[in-house]
């Protein structure tokens, strides 16, 4: 929410000190503000900053809070549970407080990786206000990313300390390589990534667009992309925008672009021959033609899927931009890769292959 017009978001920061503190020693990592107080520049103007702690447990970290503007929330040491419990506690109240007294606020940046603040995420959204977590991977609770509308891991972003100096990588010999080849095989490549980044856009443009939601720009599809999972950040393929990323997607044919009714906020659709779509039709193509031989007549629709699936277990006509198989085989059918036809006795459409 915003006032007097302006549509500048404003944030406000909750810190759970002890938290993140302790989850970036146990990976080797220290907590500082400036990487994330950088991303927090991008989303708004930042007008509440607070942190929670014992700070006498945590002299050494005081500084960096002074100098970025932060208000130091002392929460006194009587035993170690207690202790953690009132900060949490002392936190989730100043932000319900602040959620409901100052309306301009419209974010909450909610910095832990605590499953106690799940249900502080939940209230703030019921109450309109948009939540973005943030917290360290390998140690955050995972109820909380999906409770957020956005969550950021901080050891992703750039400029995020190490603790200690790391070896550097060298170099992998052949016999390196070798080695890691089962392993390579086992994880997935940077074009394994890029593929199911695809997928993924794919099927998301497609629930957008089948929503009714009309033109889908590219602010829209990153909604709902974040929607989807909050965790979703270009930055983990190699993008340093999202525009660049759809830059990219473009360039593949996979979806196309074209200016908006906002500057800089370009509508997306699907390119007209979507990359892979040829041989997805092929794929079934060739399914019905085989069926026909081995039902000695024509196969129908119903069960169709399955076969396809049992030669690409990961079709799925999403992947193209349908909301569902019978549009895809009706696409099939325009495009003369097979025939279709609708049996009133039987209630169900029948699929063949036109004899060349």
């Known amino acids: 929410m915003t006032t007097n017009g302006n549509s500048e978001e404003r944030l406000a920061l909750f810190v759970d000190h002890e938290n993140v503190a302790i989850g970036a020693r146990d990976i080797g990592m220290r907590f500082e503000l400036a990487p994330l107080l950088d991303v927090l520049a991008a989303r708004g103007r930042l007008v509440v900053r607070r942190a929670y702690a014992d700070w006498n447990l945590f002299r050494d970290d005081r500084r960096g809070y002074v100098d970025a503007n932060i208000e130091l929330m002392e929460i006194p040491q009587r035993g170690d549970s207690v202790r953690k419990n009132a900060a949490d506690i002392q936190m989730a ?203 000695g007549g024509d196969p129908p629709l119903s069960g169709l899927k399955d076969q396809i699936r049992k030669r690409a277990p990961d079709f799925s006509e999403k992947d193209f931009g349908y909301s569902g198989f019978l549009q895809f085989c009706k696409a099939a059918v325009a495009k003369n890769f097979v025939e279709m036809d609708w049996e009133e006795d039987d209630q169900e459409y029948y699929l063949y292959v036109e004899a060349s």
């Open 93 to 295: 109240v100043d932000a319900m407080e602040l959620a409901f007294t100052r309306d301009f606020v419209s974010t909450f940046v909610i910095v832990s990786g605590d499953s106690d603040f799940t249900p502080l995420v939940s209230k703030l959204r019921e109450l309109d206000k948009r939540v973005i977590g943030v917290g360290m991977k390998g140690s955050t609770s995972g109820m909380l990313p999906p409770a957020c509308d956005e969550f950021i891991f901080y050891n992703r972003l750039e400029g995020a300390p190490m603790r200690s100096p790391k070896d550097h990588a060298k170099g992998r010999s052949g016999s390196d390589k070798k080695k890691g080849k089962k392993a390579t095989e086992e994880s997935s490549t940077g074009k394994q990534d890029l593929k199911k980044l695809e997928r993924l856009i794919r099927r998301t443009l497609s629930g957008v667009q089948a929503s009714g939601a009309g033109t889908v720009q590219a602010s829209n599809l990153k909604r709902a992309l974040l929607r989807t999972d909050p965790t979703f950040t270009e930055q983990d393929y190699g993008f340093r925008a999202f525009r660049e990323l759809l830059n990219h997607l473009a360039e593949s044919s996979v979806i196309e672009m074209s200016d908006g009714s906002a500057p800089g906020d370009p509508e997306i659709g699907f390119a007209p021959e979507a990359k892979d779509e040829s041989e997805a039709f092929a794929l079934l193509a060739d399914v019905v033609r085989d069926l026909e031989k081995e039902l």
